[in-house]
């Protein structure tokens, strides 16, 4: 009951609120202003322990052998080389766009051999290269891990992730991604979610701005910016980011069958049609009942047990839902009938497969 309460109140508050105009920025992204990925390869040093086998993980023997020739430690063999406080670790970053040298980036140090945690470790200097293996940013720090992991010799806890750490403003910005947005006649805005109407109404937004730019759409997804003066393109971007479009979409219904959430948009219509539902529901109770003997006889206290059994059965009704109903319509129709969330999923799907359903049903 609880649950078809709340139910009926998100979506009737979605059905009688408007569609929200929304800035362009939230709902596009410029091309050519993203992130890049950088990765690197590293050792983790200063565990209680927990770091890497040598026996089992030859990448952390060979990796810790050369790094010490480096540094002028040689002439070590593998049966002297058996700590266990070192880790062979991935180290991944986002450089933003228009990161400048100098910048600092948050890292992300995940365990690459069978260490069984990272708490304590500090990862050594790791160079992050992008996709063309060049030397981005550079990293090193202590690590900030999460989870934990305790055991014994008879028991184990563990929470969270302990093989995967975080070093905030971990590495520092080396070099820089060549982007001259300055130099740019043109750019394209593209939409996250392609729509015909949306790209239309965020061209007619911006030519209808005073701004010095003019918007001509391409296709759903993108929309193409023209500048009358190529040294104010930045300052021309950051009004027409500003600026506020109503977002559209094709109606669609989510249905989520494993937690029995369902999310309808406000565009979904049905046809007329007429719904029933109803179903049989059966109780099983299990109890106890203690039976002792009598007084000064012989005889042991048992315990019998007791099961009851209780049957309800749900009359079934119609409930005739008009043609062309809005989101609140259709949710008052289903209720009036007393039916629950995983009860909707099965409607819904009902419905749409007699055509009465104006939407695209999707079950994840």
Same mark, same amino acid.
């Given at each position: ?68 020739? $480096? ?5 070590? /063999?593998?049966? %002297? &080389?058996?700590?266990?406080?070192? =880790? +062979?670790?991935?180290? #991944? ?120 730019? $003019? ?5 759903? /997804?993108?929309? %193409? &910016?023209?500048?009358?003066?190529? =040294? +104010?393109?930045?300052? #021309? ?128």
């Amino acid at each position: 009951m609880l649950g078809r309460f709340l139910l009926s109140a998100v979506l009737a508050f979605c059905a009688g609120t408007t569609l929200a105009e929304v800035r362009i920025k939230d709902i596009v992204h410029f091309e050519g202003v993203r992130p890049n990925q950088l990765v690197g390869y590293g050792l983790v040093v200063g565990l209680d322990g927990t770091g890497d086998s040598m026996r089992n993980s030859p990448f952390t023997r060979s990796s810790v052998e050369g790094l010490l020739e $480096r540094l002028g430690v040689g002439n070590l /063999s593998s049966q %002297e &080389l058996r700590t266990a406080n070192t =880790a +062979a670790v991935m180290v #991944t970053a986002e450089l933003p766009p228009f990161g400048r040298r100098g910048g600092t980036i948050d890292v992300v140090v995940s365990s690459l051999g069978d260490a069984s945690s990272l708490h304590g470790g500090t990862l050594l200097v790791t160079p992050l290269v992008g996709a063309d293996n060049k030397i981005y940013a550079v990293s090193q720090g202590a690590l900030a891990v999460g989870g934990f992991a305790a055991e014994g010799s008879a028991a184990s806890v563990k929470s969270g992730v302990p093989t995967v750490g975080r070093i905030d403003n971990g590495a520092i910005i080396e070099r820089e991604v060549e982007f001259d947005l300055a130099a740019l006649q043109t750019i394209r805005l593209a939409l996250r979610n392609p729509d015909f109407t949306t790209a239309s109404r965020i061209t007619t937004a911006i030519n209808a701005a005073n701004v010095p730019a $003019r918007a001509r759409m391409l296709d759903p /997804s993108t929309v %193409e &910016l023209s500048f009358q003066e190529k =040294a +104010a393109m930045p300052e #021309t971007l950051a009004q027409i980011e500003r600026l506020t479009v109503q977002p559209d979409g094709p109606a669609r219904v989510v249905v989520d069958s494993k937690s029995g959430t369902i999310v309808i948009g406000a565009e979904v219509r049905i046809d007329e049609v007429a719904i029933s539902q109803g179903g049989l529901t059966v109780s099983v109770r299990e109890s106890a009942a203690v039976s002792q003997p009598e007084p000064f006889s012989i005889g042991e206290t048992v315990i019998v047990p007791q099961t009851g059994i209780d049957l309800q059965r749900r009359e079934s009704g119609f409930a005739v839902v008009d043609g062309q109903v809005s989101l609140r319509e259709l949710v008052d129709g289903l209720n009036a009938i007393g039916v629950g969330a995983r009860e909707i999923i099965s409607i819904l799907q009902a419905i749409k497969a007699a055509g009465a359903l104006h939407a695209d049903l999707e079950v994840i």
